[in-house]
């Protein structure tokens, strides 16, 4: 009889190669100055089903079933002595964690495009910047395999195969995903209030991140790649799709793509070709 586990290791790289090159499609070809149709928000809305698919129901099956890294480095081994909570605190810290993800960072799914000028720009954008970083976040857990740090240091119960999912930190990639990409839409809409929604933001990421290693579920360096890699990701994303579409009423590009030429609140801008 055929192991079924050990098939699902065998075949746990090839199948992180495939993700990893419909993750790498274009997204859709709109062109510039046509506004988002149905086609869009269905390709759009089969990745989002795709990355929620590969968390809910493969995700465990693929993730190591022994640490392929273990041994924290001295770096997170210090920072981890000096950030996490006491054993009868630590729960609070992963429950606040979650929900900071969940009722603030995975709700603007809906709340953004909402207060968004555009909604329909915004929920299509939304939806690009959380299925391609959840999909991302879990391609890079699965071929990591990295022990957390509860688990290394019997802090707490086993999870299971998610013991060995801990780079880099999905918490953190989604929460500065989803900050970062409503940030850049709604502080354009509202640009009086520019700096208080980066700032409020920004922090709520920052804090849901602290809290993931205050709760012992992640070294520093997994907290700070994820915050890096969905930062990277909305700004890329969100650039790249307000570039394609045009103001419906003015005729003018979308102010957002316009001032990302223009300001200088960051140094340069990452292009990859995702759509």
Known sequence: MINTQSMIQVIRFPLIGLVTVILLFPIHDVRAGENADTRDFLLA????????????????????????????????MNIRTKLKWSDSKRGQAE????????????????????????????????????????????VFKIAIGRERPYHHFETRESEGPRDYASFFSGHSSIAFSQAVTNAMILSDDYDEYKSLIWTALLSTAGLTSYLRVAGDMH???????????????????????????EDSEGGSLNSVAQRSRNNRDFLFTFKIPLG
């Open 45 to 76: 809305g089969s990745g989002l089903g795709l990355a929620v698919g590969l968390e809910l129901i493969v995700k465990d099956r693929l993730l190591a079933v022994s640490p392929m890294t273990s041994v924290p480095n001295t770096m997170d």
């Open 95 to 138: 429950v606040w964690s979650d929900r900071l993800l969940y009722g603030i960072s995975m709700s603007s799914l809906l709340w953004g495009p909402l207060a968004a000028e555009n909604r329909n720009q915004s929920a299509l954008v939304n939806m690009q910047v959380f299925g391609v970083n959840s999909i991302l976040t879990n």
């Open 219 to 245: 070294y520093f360096s997994d907290i700070v790649v994820g915050a890096c890699v969905g930062s990277l990701i909305a700004w890329t994303i969100t650039n790249l799709e307000y570039d394609k579409f």
